[in-house]
């Protein structure tokens, strides 16, 4: 049997050979990992998981290598490929069982996973494969990045198990009317730094976070993070009785996306733009139940980004959309980062490079860069 990766379990006392010194004797074998099991309820065996990477082994010959072969009572003569067994289902599900850590074995003894002997570092991988399905804290995002990180072989089982999952997640919380987000609203004009503040935010409260997407589907690229940039917004890109719900600290409602309605379920959302919150919506057609004080009160931090300065106003805006009180004044660090001299890249020195330079450049009108019959205004 010709395989990638396989897994030996077999008697102590009937294993002839070093079994770290075996592994590393073949250059074949590209991870190994192995421990000793003396604390069940049977005779002490090894566990020993081998991966030849891309590569494929016959079993007989990993059994020479181990010195499995044996002799029976009956003198007949076995090659020990019965101790080698295919790995089934994940690779992590295999080391797992090293330490018998998966949820099937919780009433055997838990072995350490300073027990486990590896030539890679096998308590990073174990902590990597337990995030699949812990979403209070892992993000539906990280754990996709989690489940790249995987063999190709096992990618699309394990990413369809994760779908499962992170649908079961949402269904959950739409169930839950109570959950605690906290909204922030930056404004300034164009270049002042509202974006950067959003982000150097988030990253100091360890938030993976999501940037909106343009146009009227903000939420296209939300993937359960645990914050959200609704950058740049307007008040023409939700209709305000959407934006509410977004918003609404009391109902999980789902957003509408182009291929699908998303849920957001994270703990902050920061909108970023141009606009002050005062003039949002004052030509709009309210609903009766839709009023801008509901807006108003959804708001916890107002932030204001001039040139020089970042403002923050702690409780909010009033009743008429302004921000509250005197307000925290701090330095822009933009302001000084963007005196300092930026290195641009010298296009000419690429072109000396892919084309051969003339005596003197014609002068290149932009008429003649469009195709047309009619006469163009320059």
């Not at 395989?3 to 075996?22: F, G, N, P, S, W």
């Not at 699309?156 to 739409?174: D, F, G, I, Q």
């Not at 005197?326 to 005196?339: D, H, I, Q, R, S």
């Amino acid at each position: 049997m010709v395989l990638r990766q396989m897994e030996i379990v077999t008697d102590a006392d009937k294993l002839h050979v070093d079994i770290q010194e075996t592994c590393m004797k073949y250059k074949t074998i590209k991870q190994w990992a192995y421990i000793l099991h003396d604390k069940d309820d049977t005779r002490p065996h090894y566990h020993i998981y081998i991966s030849f990477g891309n590569s494929s082994c016959d079993t007989a010959m990993v059994a020479k290598w181990f010195q499995l072969g044996y002799t029976d009572e009956n003198g007949a003569e076995h090659s020990g490929e019965q101790f080698i067994e295919r790995v089934k289902g994940r690779r992590t599900d295999v080391l797992l069982y090293l330490t018998h850590g998966n949820d099937s074995q919780k009433n055997k003894h838990q072995y350490s996973p300073d027990e486990v002997i590896a030539n890679f570092d096998f308590q990073v991988e174990i902590k990597n494969a337990q995030i699949l399905g812990d979403f209070e804290k892992h993000s539906y995002a990280e754990q996709i990045a989690y489940v790249d990180s995987l063999p190709v072989s096992e990618k699309a089982t394990v990413y369809t198990k994760l779908k499962k999952l992170w649908e079961l997640h949402c269904a959950r919380l739409s169930l839950n009317a109570d959950r605690k987000i906290k909204v922030i609203f930056i404004c300034g004009k164009g270049g002042t730094g509202k974006t950067y503040y959003a982000k150097k935010l988030l990253a100091s409260l360890k938030y993976d976070f999501c940037m909106s997407s343009s146009g009227n589907d903000s939420f296209q690229d939300y993937m359960g993070q645990k914050a959200i940039i609704l950058d740049d917004l307007r008040d023409t890109t939700f209709e305000l009785a959407d934006l509410l719900k977004i918003l609404d600290n009391d109902t999980l409602s789902s957003v509408r996306s182009r291929f699908s309605n998303k849920l957001f379920c994270g703990e902050m959302i920061v909108i970023t733009s141009s606009v002050p919150l005062v003039y949002w919506y004052k030509n709009a057609q309210l609903g009766e139940h839709d009023t801008l004080d509901q807006l108003y009160r959804r708001i916890g931090c107002y932030v204001v980004v001039t040139e020089k300065e970042v403002i923050m106003y702690n409780d909010g805006v009033d009743k008429w959309g302004k921000p509250v009180g005197e307000g925290v004044a701090y330095e822009n660090e933009l302001y000084e980062m963007k005196k300092e001299p930026k290195v641009k890249f010298d296009f000419k020195e690429l072109f000396d490079k892919i084309c051969k330079p003339v005596t003197q450049a014609k002068q290149v009108k932009l008429s003649d860069l469009v195709e047309t019959k009619e006469k163009l205004p320059f």
